[in-house]
């Protein structure tokens, strides 16, 4: 499944977490990996999940809305913060 954010072309270069809740609570839990991890908060009528860890190839790693759960997976795909 492809994520929305990443169809409607929501520009990175690499990996990242798409916080679509249109808050920024997700996309922090992020913020320790920011030199691995993209994140990127925004908001879509279409969402397929609050929230998208997007691996380097484009597929969905994660997804949810538990930061806790978001923050495991950030560690499992790229390492210890």
Same mark, same amino acid.
């Given at each position: 499944? %492809?994520?929305?954010? $990443?169809?409607h072309g929501t520009a %990175?270069s690499g990996p990242g977490?798409?916080?679509?809740? *249109? ?12 030199? %691995? &991890?993209?994140? $990127? ?8 999940? +609050?929230?998208?860890?997007?691996? +380097?190839?484009?597929? &969905?790693?994660?997804?949810? $809305?538990?930061?806790?759960?978001l923050e495991a997976a &950030?560690?499992?795909?790229? *390492? +210890?913060?």
């Amino acid at each position: 499944m %492809r994520p929305a954010a $990443v169809e409607h072309g929501t520009a %990175r270069s690499g990996p990242g977490g798409d916080d679509l809740t *249109g808050g920024n609570d997700l996309a922090a839990a992020a913020e320790p990996w920011s030199d %691995r &991890v993209q994140a $990127v908060a925004a908001a879509t009528d279409d969402a397929p999940a +609050p929230a998208l860890l997007i691996r +380097p190839d484009g597929y &969905v790693a994660w997804a949810g $809305v538990d930061p806790r759960g978001l923050e495991a997976a &950030v560690a499992r795909w790229f *390492g +210890p913060s």
